[in-house]
């Protein structure tokens, strides 16, 4: 099969689309033939030399994928080849072939394309871990998410109207604020501004609820005032550095908690591994999906062999949602 090799650390052009051994299914593993997958921030750091894979996961980048089963290992049951399937992966996306525990499998959601369903698991598990299963969100809380226009922040609006909650958001351009509110935000703040005063400005003074945040030490501060007592900050991201001071009578005073958490280096089964985090998702946001109230977001579709193109791409700013990595363009959407 083909697949893209990380030639060396650095910058997109150590992309290449090279050859490398089919995948063969271990026990409750199947074999997928890959339609689509995408970019992730994750697999940008993976490029840089700065986000090894697990121990055990494919060097291939790529933290999703969509296609359909091509083979069954031992054990497997309740899937069949044929299947058409997206899957959350530790690795292996940007192939033509990659092999995904059984547990890491999604259906893929009715009125989703195949092609499109290539970018949503990665995006889909993060959010709903983080803002439902470690943020606790609920129905009639204030929600804020840093990064409101990117691939995150894209299905985070939208999880979040979907859970009743009043949802803020950030973002640095007009377009990208304008692109927040068209998602559903019910407020778009430049990043730029003074976030507490902005925050405050929003709330009545009362703060936000739960906050999704992508850059780690460099909101801290500015997140913890943003808070309502008994808020909740959850760090998926260290864009922003990774240390800073906390003043712990700050969540002391008021109740607050600050929880971190990442994905890909989970183990499969257990309460907090992936497989866990995948069920929820299918149970709980799958249905939200097929009814349309949450869409995946589509910047550009690329062909998997120029991944270079699209990571140079992020690398530049500037995407709104979602880039797609095309191995089958079954829907023509290259030539669209």
Sequence with gaps: MYAISIREPGGPEVLEWTEHPDPEPGPNEVVVD??????????????????????????IPGLECSGRIAALGPDVEGWSVGDEVCALLAGGGYAEKVAVPVPQLLPVPRGVSLVDAGGLPEVACTVWSNLAMTGHLRAGETLLVHGGSGGIGTHAIQVGKALGARVLATAGSPERLQTCLDLGADVAIDYHDDLPSEVASATDDRGVDVILDNMGASNLKANLASLATGGRLVIIGLMGGAKTEINLGTLLARRLSVGATTLRGRPVEGPDGKGAIVASVREELW???????VRPVIHEYLPAAEASRAHAALDEGG???KLVLVVRDEDGVLSA
């Design 319 to 321: 995407v709104v949602g």
């Design 34 to 59: 890959v339609v689509a997958s995408a970019v992730n921030r994750a697999d940008v750091l993976q490029r840089q030399g700065n986000y090894p894979p697990p121990p055990g996961a494919s060097e």
């Design 287 to 293: 249905p939200l999906v097929e009814q349309g109230t």
